[in-house]
Structures are given as structure tokens and as C-alpha cells.
């Protein structure tokens, strides 16, 4: 299967507003044994409520700067888990750079200077091998879609922009402050930092969100940032909502 890095907008999906048992996991970029670590609880956790349907939400960034991305991808990428747990992965501005860069490298190496070269390194190809060449850079496209499963392509594009329940909005980086959620762009959904983090939404909702990097969760008026940046502080966070609130697990 080949890359395709559309200009379409991604999906936006909406959840049942009484949805009782959600799990948001912040921004993983690569660290799988700290997920696997952080599923088990959630596991644990979820067992404590017995005939409810728990829900993972992840909110982006699974590639580039921790050492497996290829690992985390195929784990997420799995049709079944086999712990009766629903599971929606949502697309971060890593994720898509990294869909682009399989698609055209020449015309997204900036990629490259913001850890997609551990995500190389997942894939067994370095980067170092290639930069120094004519036509290197074509060449490392073309061995790493070789190397890539088909799968994780597909996952990659098929990653929802959002997803919301009720009052509360689940996204990796935020939204345009006042701006309908229908009139959100996709770019902003990815990458936005000011204002939103200043203002919040000024939107009547919660959002829950990662890719602004810490190394503790922020709690804010009208939103809740949970990236407590793993692939450095080895913390990879998620955050439990109910009909009653949310708490960190």
C-alpha cells in the first residue's frame, strides 16, 4: 500500500453524551512499554466497575522522540484486545507529519528534526545513511514503506481529528477560542497552542487534550492538558472521566 497524505478533513466522531467510563491517554510518541504499563491499570481500574463499558480515547502523537513507534502503532493498529475495552485512537500533529513524510520525504524532511528519526530507528532504517546521498531522501521513503505493514498506513489515515461526548471534547492540541466546533479546522484541532491555552475554548465544553508537553497535568477553566511528556519523564498520563467529573488515574 502506497501513503496518501489527503487534504480532506479527518473525522469527527460523537459518542453517546452519557458514555459512563472514559480513559484519555496523553501524548505516547513511542514510549510502548509505558503504555502497556498504563493499559493495565486502566484494566484494574475498569474492573472496579462491573456491567459498564469503559472506553479508552488516545489523543494523538503515538510516533517520534521514544524508542517505539512502530511497536505502538501495531498495538493500537490491533482489531482486538481482548480485554472487552472500546478503543479510539485520535490523529496528533506527529502522526499526521508522519503520514506526509511517507508519502513525499523531500517535500516533509522538517519531520526529521522533531524526533521522526526514532521513528526511523523503529522501522530499522537510519537516517544518518541516507541524508548524505543524491536522492537519499527519495530512497528512505521508498525502504520505509517497504518496511512499513500496510496496516499501520491504513491506521495512520483513518485516524479521527475528534471526538466528543456531551460537554466534553476530546482532541490532541485544542481548538480556535469562540469558533464553532463545526467551523474547527483540522490544522488547529493538531498544533493550536495560543490562544486556546490562554483563553480555553470560550465554548460551552471541556477539552481534553495533549501536545502541549509538561511534566504534570494542567488543569484550566474549560480544559484539562494531560501530555506529561513520556518519552522524557517516562509519566505517561491518562485521565478518568465519569458523569461526575474527571480525575487522574
Known sequence: ???SASSSPRQRLTLAADRPLIYAIGDVHGCHAALLALEARIREDA????????????LGDYVDRGPASSAVIEHLAAERHGDGIERIALCGNHDDTFLKFIADPPRHQRWLDFGGDATLRSYGLEPSGYLDRPGGLEALGSDLRARMPARHI???QGLPIAARCGDRLFVHAGILPGVPLRQQEDHDMMWIREPFLSEGPDLPVTVIHGHTAGPEPVFRPGRICIDTTCYAT????ALKVTPDGEALL
Open 154 to 156: 491504513t491506521f495512520l
Open 1 to 3: 500500500m502506497t501513503a
Open 234 to 237: 517516562g509519566r505517561l498520563t
Open 47 to 58: 474492573a472496579s466497575h462491573p456491567g459498564t463499558q469503559p472506553l479508552i480515547i488516545y
